[in-house]
């Protein structure tokens, strides 16, 4: 047991929200949560992350120590480049580095599937997720585009995608735990044709009905996907829940798009889809 450990999880943006049928879809972006976890002799696990709620972290490590049996305790701490709360998939993000950390300190591996379902799992134990985001959390993990049954916890697709990104990311935040489900489930026929969408790899075309649709379920605006349609992205959505956005632009228009975005006001990130999945490695000094 090395006792120390660090790991880099990816951020990620949606394809198809998961809350109305179960099935979503995710790409990886190049925005990151770096992770350290340090085990000592204490009885428990603690989070060292001022400001923020750490109960997802430390549930992260506590659950993979209980999966090699190791009677320990210590310290986790997180940073991040990924806003949260604003559908960027900050927790999903979070659970990954953390568990990696988990991993790297104990000096043991697991398959990226297994670690990604373990951090699932805390997500549900920490009450921050509706479906469980097993959609964000394996394109946190993986990197790619996914496609996954949320509720077998059931990887269908993973490829890689070539493209920019772009952000817009507003001061509001909306956590997910507030979503209407109820709301969102009533779009359920339409989420089954976007999850087809998916599968078949109209990507562009899947996220845009995909925000348009959950823009109406959530009452929140749709002004950000036309601006960035009409500016030339090949598609748009609202990223999880909200309040960001997420548009894939080429490199002829991605400035266009940037444009019209920042009249909008917030902030907007230029990124790209990041295909290498989440490490061991990390930037954490």
Known sequence: MKRRGTATALGAATILNAVANWKGSAFGVDLK?????VLDDSPQVKGDVPGIDDRLIVRSVERVLQRFGVDAGG??????EIPL???????????????????????????????????????????????????????????????????????????????????????EKIFSKDTDVRR???????????????????????MTINGLVYCSALRLSSE????????????????GTGPAYA?????????????AWLKLGG?????????????KASRWR
């Open 184 to 206: 969102s489930r009533l779009i359920a026929p339409i989420a089954d044709l976007i999850f087809d969408l998916a599968l078949a790899g109209d990507y562009a075309r899947a």
């Open 224 to 239: 950000p996907i036309f601006a960035a349609l009409n500016s030339g992205a090949r598609g748009a959505s609202l990223s």
């Open 85 to 171: 709360a604003r559908g960027l998939k900050s927790s999903s993000s979070a659970a990954n580095a953390a568990v990696l950390a988990t991993l790297d300190a104990l000096d043991e591996e697991l398959d990226p599937l297994e670690a990604t379902r373990i951090g699932v799992a805390a997500a549900k134990d920490a009450g921050v997720t509706i479906t469980g985001a097993f959609d964000d959390a394996t394109a946190s993990m993986l990197g790619g585009v996914v496609v996954t049954d949320n509720r077998e916890m059931e990887l269908l697709k993973r490829e890689e995608l070539k493209s920019w990104v772009l952000l817009l990311v507003p001061e």
């Open 267 to 279: 902030r907007v990130i230029r990124t790209k889809v990041e295909n290498r999945g989440s490490s």
């Open 247 to 259: 548009a894939l632009a080429d490199d002829e228009n991605i400035d266009e798009v940037e444009a």
């Open 75 to 80: 310290i986790v701490r997180t940073e991040s």
């Open 33 to 37: 949560t770096s992770a350290e976890v």
